[in-house]
């Protein structure tokens, strides 16, 4: 199944895992999601007989961490954090290491397995989980072995990750949608391929922000840029046009960059 035919069948990406895998697809072969879905689940059943008794919610979360990132020993990849692997569900599961997005990706997914109610929470530059609870949520950091994370410890993930670019607000604590969760899975993925010149791989990246994002402007403005840079100049001319069509009030700088191609 492709990143597209999934979209046609689950628009709102309820099927995390299996969305997660599609994502990246053409990095892994086009890989089956199913053994990943095994995984997950196979974890889940793990930890069902390791639930505190009488049940807690801070217990089921502490089984839940010290499972994942001690039994199973999922870790945060520092050494190699750019690394395209870490963006793979099925090469994270096999290495162990990954990073916050798809750590938290896993997270959310065995932590949904098990009844709770888990979400993902996109800070700028620091990917995490939480857990929606009745008199509030609770945050969590799965790069770092799923520490607890408060609003002090956000504002810090933030600066330290953005190098202090963005200055963290509490709204930065909502949740995210699963398709988000996948946009961002990509982004990550064609920031890096973008940044190191790979139009090859970057031009299968744009086409999935477009997939995910289909409204959204700067997705086919980042897909014009890869298809001008491979020299597919009329390929890239369509997307900007699109980029323009969908852009508030058509924006002066997408207008000034068609025109002057139109001239040269």
């Known amino acids: 199944m492709s990143l597209h035919e999934y979209l046609q069948s689950d628009p709102e990406c309820h099927r995390l895992l299996e969305g997660a895998v599609l994502a990246v697809g053409p990095m892994l072969g086009e890989e089956d999601p ?20 009488p049940w807690t919610v801070h217990g089921g979360i502490d089984a839940l961490n010290t499972y994942l990132f001690q039994d199973v020993g999922l870790q945060g990849d ?30 959310i997914e065995a932590a949904r397995r098990l009844g709770f109610r ?39 993930l933030v600066e330290q990750s953005t190098g202090g670019r963005a200055v963290f607000h509490p709204s930065m604590l909502a949740p995210v949608a699963n398709r ?8 990550n993925l064609h920031v890096r391929y ?8 970057a031009i299968w990246t744009a086409t ?28 890239g001319m369509l997307d900007l046009q699109e980029a323009i069509r969908l852009s508030p009030e058509g924006d002066p700088e997408l207008v000034q960059w068609l025109e002057k191609l139109q001239r040269d």
């Open 180 to 187: 988000a969760i996948l946009g961002r899975l990509v982004r």
């Open 78 to 107: 520092r050494e190699t954090y750019d690394d395209p692997a870490n963006a793979a569900l099925p090469r994270v599961i096999e290495r162990r290491r990954g990073m916050p997005i798809t750590l938290s990706i896993l997270w």
């Open 34 to 53: 199913a053994p990943v879905v095994a995984t997950v689940d196979a974890w889940a059943d793990a930890l069902a007989g390791r639930m505190p008794l």
């Open 208 to 235: 999935h922000l477009v997939l995910l994002n289909p409204g959204e402007s700067t997705s086919y403005r980042d897909r014009a840029f890869v298809r001008f840079k491979r020299g597919e100049s009329a390929q």
């Open 194 to 201: 973008v940044r190191t010149g790979n139009w090859d791989e």
């Open 118 to 156: 888990a979400i993902g929470v996109g800070l700028p530059g620091h990917f995490i989980s939480g857990i929606q609870l009745d008199m509030g949520t609770l945050y969590f950091d799965a790069f770092n072995g799923g520490r607890g994370v408060g609003e002090e410890d956000a504002a810090w």
